[in-house]
């Protein structure tokens, strides 16, 4: 079966835009998280969707947001971009909710800000 | 506070030689903890959870609470190990599935 599909692949957006990533998770999950990774920071978890309400959210500034839809698509959006938004945004899909639950990756969206 | 250490950016070791990657951390309640891995060009994939208590690929790792550790470990280490490692946790009992990582290792295992 297809996997978590993430797009665009990169994006350049200047300071001040704002952004929409898209995330189409695995057929018939219903969690999507995202994830934002840089080389300074590593992995940071951002906020996590669940039947279209967000269920946990990480430590970034309102700046950051996102929506998941009836079919479990998910997007998230970064407003008034900042140079150090500069980084990779990683989605993940799950089968369910909850702790051990494995997580399935995409790809990613390569946002440079400049 | 919620913490995952990964000690070692990089680990080299030759072909056919043990490996031991290092993970601590650091949580307040009951982890899950876990193993994900990239290979180069490969999205992140889980690797092993503690939970399952699975040896995947070779590789096993054992939840020290004591120590706070679950380190990763192979008795002999193959060229296609060569990766990036990541150590993560979860709070066990959590709603949701959000994952706490560490900074990372790359394995680089050499002929």
């Known amino acids: 079966k297809a996997g978590v599909t993430q797009t665009p692949r990169y994006l350049i957006k200047t300071r001040g835009q704002q952004v929409t990533l898209s995330c189409s998770p695995i057929?018939?999950?219903?969690?999507v998280s995202w994830y934002q990774q840089t080389p300074g920071q590593g992995l940071q978890f951002l906020f996590e969707?669940?039947?279209?309400?967000?269920?946990n959210k990480g430590n970034f500034p309102g700046r950051f947001s996102g929506r998941q839809f009836s079919n479990s698509r998910s997007e998230m959006n970064v407003s008034t971009l900042e140079l150090g938004d500069s980084a990779l945004y990683l989605c993940?899909?799950?089968?369910?909710?909850?702790?051990?639950?494995?997580?399935?990756f995409g790809q990613g969206t390569r946002l440079t800000v400049v | 506070a919620q913490r995952v250490t990964q000690p070692e950016k990089l680990l080299s070791v030759f072909k056919g030689a043990p490996v031991e990657l290092k993970c601590n951390y650091s949580?307040?309640?009951?982890?899950?903890l876990f193993w994900y891995v990239q290979y180069s060009r490969q999205r992140l994939q889980l690797l092993l959870r503690?939970?399952s208590r699975e040896s995947i690929k070779g590789f096993t790792a054992d939840l020290n609470k004591g120590e706070t550790s679950f380190h990763l470990k192979k008795p002999f280490a193959q060229e296609e190990d060569s990766a990036m490692y990541y150590c993560?946790?979860?709070?066990?009992?959590?709603?949701?599935?959000?994952?706490?990582f560490g900074k990372g290792t790359t394995l680089s295992v050499s002929s």
């Open positions: 949580y307040s309640g009951s982890p899950e």
């Open positions: 057929s018939g999950h219903r969690s």
């Open positions: 993940a899909s799950s089968l369910r909710q909850g702790s051990g639950t494995e997580a399935f």
């Open positions: 969707y669940f039947s279209e309400t967000q269920r």
């Open positions: 503690h939970i």
């Open positions: 993560a946790l979860s709070g066990r009992g959590q709603a949701g599935t959000a994952l706490i």
